[in-house]
């Protein structure tokens, strides 16, 4: 029912910084969840954090303190901000909303090329 777009991927020199957007197409009463995810080909995709419709967030440890997830509940817009970036940061980044009573949606992916 409820679509979600990345956007904001692009080029970034090592060392620099990023910030992704995910936006779902609609607003949700009910509370929900949206994560990022990334993916790079021949690699496994790699679950980063999530964020509740109340700004509770959860980080993997190999992201803390690099990347801050946020959210505008207004907007029903997540962001990602991605610092200290490196060459193996490169990767589609992803979105996933989880809804209601188990709904879940993906997002097409934004892709990061972090590179001199």
């Known amino acids: 029912q409820v679509r979600v777009v990345e956007s904001g991927g692009g080029l970034v020199r090592p060392g620099g910084s990023l910030k992704l957007s995910c936006a779902a197409s609609e607003r949700i009463s009910t509370f929900y969840v949206m994560s990022w995810y990334r993916q790079t080909p021949g690699k496994e995709r790699e679950m980063l954090g999530s964020i509740s419709r109340f700004g509770s967030v959860q980080y993997q440890e190999s992201v803390k303190g690099r990347f801050t997830i946020s959210i505008e509940h207004t907007k029903m817009t997540t962001f990602l901000e991605m610092a200290s970036l490196t060459p193996e940061d490169t990767a589609v980044y992803y979105c996933?909303?989880?809804?209601?009573?188990?709904?879940?949606?993906w997002g097409q992916g934004t892709q990061v090329n972090v590179s001199s």
């Open positions: 996933r909303l989880k809804y209601g009573l188990g709904s879940e949606s």
